[in-house]
C-alpha cells in the first residue's frame, strides 16, 4: 500500500521536480518505508511505500527492461503470480517478485487493456516513453483513490488531494455544485470533488494523456443480473468464492489482522481467517448513548471465534480533539461519523499489524441494508394510480412533523427515482433551497443528477435491485471506500476488502431479490453460507457497525462548540447560518432530530476552516532525503537532495 504523484506536462516544458517531491512529502503517511522519483522530459512520477510484498525489492517507480514503461502503483494484485507465470510463458524477463512488476509486463503486452486482467485494488500511473503518453487507472469498486488536477502547465496527479494542492496553480477554490451535492449524500459524489480545480478518476475508468489531449474511458460495468437457479446454489457458491478471495487477501510480508465489529460480515471475514492462521481482532466503541454495545458484542464473537482481540473507548473529548486533524486526513468534507470511528480503530491496529481486513462492500453486493426492504413495505402503493399517490404525498406534507404515518404517506407516494439517493440522504432539494445562498442555478439543480443515470441503467430490475446498484456506483466508492482508505493511511495500515473481489461479485451479482432480502431479513444468502461458521447470535444480530453518538453529544457535550462554529461561519455566502442556528436549538431542546444535517454543516466548516481559510494547519513530517532515479539516456542521478 503506498501513495503516489506526478506530473506530466507540456512537451517543452520539463516535469517539475520540486513541486512533485513536495506532493510525495504531503502524504508521507502513506508509504513511510521507502520513497521514489523518476523524470524524463515532461514528466516525472514520484512514489511512497509502504512494505508489503517483496520487502526488499519492490521499490518505485519501477521500469520494463529496456526503461521505457515507467509506473508508480498504490494497491494489491491477488492474482499477480498467475499473470507473472502466464507473461513469461510469452517470453517477459522478471527482475522482482512484486505485483508492480506484473502490471508493467501486462501493459506491454496488452496495452491500455491490461486493466481487465487485474483482481485487486489499484490506483497506478504508467508513463510510457515511446508513446509519450500517461496512463492512468483505478479499481473496479473504487477501493484506491485516485485524484488530477488539470492546469495551464500539467496535468497533475496523486493519491490524495492535499498533494496536489501544492501544485501552484491548483487553487482551493470551492465548487459550489459540490456543495449542493454534498448537503444531499454526505460526501462528494464522484467524478467531482469539493475543489473546482480537482477531479477523481471514477471507478473502474482509465484515463489517457497525451499530445492529443486527455480522455476519460469506462473500462468495465459493475452490473447485477440475477439468474433464477435454487437457493443452494447461490449459497454454497457464495461460501466457495469468499472463503478463496480471503485466502488471495492474505498475501503479504507483514503481520496481519482483521476489524471486528457486531454483525455477519467482519465476523464472517474474521473465521474464514481463523481457518487459516491465528488472527488479532481489533474494535473501537464510544461513550455515551449505547456506543459501548459494540465492543460487548465484538468482545464474545472474538471470544467465540479464539481470536486475540483488542478494543479501545473513545470518549466525546478525544473525539473532538481529533476531529479537526482527521478531516484534514479525509481532504474533502465527509459527514460520516464512523469515518472518524475507523481512524480510531486504525489507530489500534497499526500498534500490531500492517495489514488488516474488513467487512466493506457485504451490504452493497448482498442487500444487507434495512432500507433496501423499503420497497417490499410499500408495495401496497404501486395497486394506486400516479396522480392519486401524488395527491397522498401532497397531503402528507401538511402534518406535523414526526406524526405516525407521515413519512410512510411521503415515501409511498412516490417512484424509487424519487425517494432513493442512497443510504446517506441529508437535505432534500426543497430543504435546501430554504437556506444554500448565492447558489447560481439553484431553481434547476437536482441530486437526481447524480443518481438518475444509474436507474436508467436499471430500468429492466426491481426497485430493490436498483436501490443496490445505486449504491454501489455513488455510496460505496464516495463514502465507504473512501474514509476506510483514508483512515487507515493516515495511520499507515493497509487495508484489504474480500467481498469487494472480483470473482465475488460475478456471482454475487446473479443472486435474485428473494434470496437476497428472505426470512424477515436482509442478506439472507451470505447469512445461510456463513451460517455453519459463525454461532447463530452473530448470523442473526441487527448490524450496528461502529456507532458513534453523536446526535446525543450534539445536545450535550458538543452543543456549545456547534453554536459557537456555527455562528462564527464565514461562510455566509453559501448557507445561511441563522437557520443553521435554529436546527441547532431545535436539535437541543428536542423538537426534532437534526443531528445528521447539522453534523454535516459542522465537518464542512472545519474542512473550510483547514482547506480554505487555512485557519487550521496540518503538516505531515518530509522526508529526511529523497532518491531521484533517472532514465539511463538522461543526467546522473541526484541523490540526496533535501525537501
Not at 102 to 126: K, S
Not at 202 to 219: E, M
Not at 230 to 251: A, C
Not at 385 to 399: D, K, M, T, V, W
Amino acid at each position: 500500500m503506498c501513495g503516489i504523484v506526478g506530473w506530466f506536462g507540456r512537451k517543452e516544458q520539463p516535469g517539475d521536480v520540486e513541486t512533485v517531491q513536495r506532493m510525495s512529502a504531503a502524504i508521507v503517511h502513506r508509504g513511510p518505508d521507502d520513497e521514489g522519483f523518476f523524470v524524463d522530459g515532461p514528466t516525472c512520477l514520484g512514489f511512497r511505500r509502504l512494505s508489503i510484498i517483496d520487502l526488499f525489492g519492490g521499490h518505485q517507480p519501477l521500469a520494463n527492461e529496456d526503461e521505457s514503461v515507467w509506473i508508480v502503483f498504490n494497491g494489491e494484485i491477488y492474482n499477480y503470480k498467475e499473470l507473472r507465470k502466464l507473461l513469461q510463458e510469452l517470453g517477459h524477463t522478471f527482475h522482482t517478485d512484486t505485483d508492480t512488476e506484473v502490471i508493467v509486463h501486462l501493459y506491454e503486452q496488452y496495452g491500455v487493456d491490461c486493466v481487465n486482467h487485474l483482481r485487486g485494488m489499484f490506483g497506478f500511473a504508467i508513463w510510457d516513453a515511446k508513446q509519450e503518453r500517461l496512463f492512468m487507472a483505478r479499481d473496479l469498486f473504487g477501493i484506491k483513490p485516485l485524484y488530477y488536477a488539470v492546469t495551464d502547465d500539467c496535468l497533475a496527479f496523486a493519491s490524495e488531494i492535499k498533494a496536489l494542492l501544492e501544485v501552484s496553480d491548483v487553487s482551493r477554490e470551492i465548487d459550489r455544485e459540490s456543495f449542493w451535492h454534498y448537503l444531499t449524500f454526505q460526501y462528494v459524489p464522484e467524478p467531482a470533488t469539493m475543489f473546482a480545480d480537482v477531479r477523481k478518476l471514477p471507478a473502474a475508468h482509465y484515463l489517457v494523456a497525451d499530445n492529443t489531449g486527455i480522455r476519460t474511458v469506462r473500462y468495465d460495468q459493475l452490473r447485477f443480473e440475477p439468474v433464477d437457479k435454487p437457493l443452494i446454489h447461490y449459497v454454497e457458491g457464495t461460501l466457495s468464492r469468499l472463503r478463496d478471495s480471503v485466502r488471495v487477501h492474505m498475501n503479504s510480508d507483514v503481520p496481519r489482522g482483521a476489524f471486528l465489529s457486531s454483525g455477519v460480515d467482519s465476523s464472517a471475514i474474521v473465521a474464514l481467517l481463523k481457518e487459516l492462521e491465528d488472527v488479532q481482532t481489533f474494535t473501537v466503541g464510544f461513550e455515551g448513548a449505547g456506543g459501548l454495545s459494540e465492543i460487548a458484542y465484538a468482545r464474545e464473537t472474538a471470544r467465540l471465534l479464539g481470536t486475540t482481540h483488542r478494543d479501545t473507548v473513545i470518549s466525546a473529548d478525544t473525539y473532538l480533539k481529533e476531529l479537526p486533524r482527521l478531516v484534514y486526513h479525509q481532504d474533502e468534507p465527509v459527514a460520516d461519523p464512523s469515518a472518524i470511528a475507523l481512524y480510531f480503530v486504525s489507530q489500534l491496529a497499526s500498534e500490531y499489524v500492517t495489514v488488516v481486513l474488513s467487512g466493506e462492500g457485504a451490504d452493497e453486493i448482498f442487500g444487507g441494508y434495512t432500507i433496501y426492504r423499503e420497497p417490499l413495505s410499500l408495495s401496497l402503493f404501486q395497486h394506486i394510480p400516479p396522480s392519486i399517490r401524488r395527491h397522498i404525498g401532497e397531503l402528507a406534507q401538511l402534518l406535523p412533523h414526526g406524526m405516525k404515518g407521515r413519512s410512510f404517506m411521503m415515501r409511498g407516494s412516490k417512484s424509487v427515482e424519487e425517494r432513493f439517493f442512497g443510504n446517506a440522504f441529508l437535505f432534500s432539494d426543497r430543504e435546501k433551497r430554504q437556506f444554500v445562498t448565492t447558489l447560481a442555478g439553484t431553481d434547476t439543480m437536482q441530486s437526481t443528477r447524480v443518481t438518475q443515470p444509474f436507474y436508467e441503467q436499471t430500468q429492466h430490475l426491481d426497485d430493490v435491485t436498483r436501490m443496490q446498484h445505486v449504491d454501489l456506483h455513488t455510496w460505496l466508492p464516495g463514502d465507504i471506500l473512501m474514509k476506510a482508505d483514508k483512515m487507515t493511511m493516515a495511520n499507515s495500515l493497509e487495508l484489504r476488502v474480500p467481498f469487494l473481489d472480483r470473482e465475488v461479485f460475478r456471482f454475487a451479482s446473479q443472486i435474485p431479490t428473494k434470496y437476497r432480502l428472505a426470512g424477515g431479513t436482509t442478506k439472507y444468502v451470505l447469512r445461510e453460507a456463513v451460517r455453519g461458521l459463525l454461532p447463530k447470535e452473530v448470523t442473526e444480530r441487527r448490524k450496528l457497525g461502529f456507532p458513534v453518538p453523536t446526535r446525543k453529544w450534539l445536545q450535550d457535550e458538543y452543543y456549545d462548540f456547534a453554536r459557537d462554529l456555527l455562528g462564527t461561519s464565514p461562510c455566509q455566502d453559501l448557507f445561511d447560518r441563522d437557520y443553521a442556528l435554529h436546527m441547532l436549538r431545535e436539535h437541543k431542546e428536542g423538537i426534532r432530530d437534526h443531528g445528521r444535517k447539522l453534523w454535516a454543516l459542522l465537518i464542512f466548516l472545519l474542512w473550510h476552516q483547514i482547506y480554505v481559510a487555512r485557519s487550521r494547519v496540518f503538516v505531515s513530517a518530509p522526508p529526511a532525503s529523497v532518491a531521484i532515479r533517472r532514465r539511463r539516456s538522461q543526467e546522473t542521478a541526484v541523490v540526496g537532495e533535501s525537501l
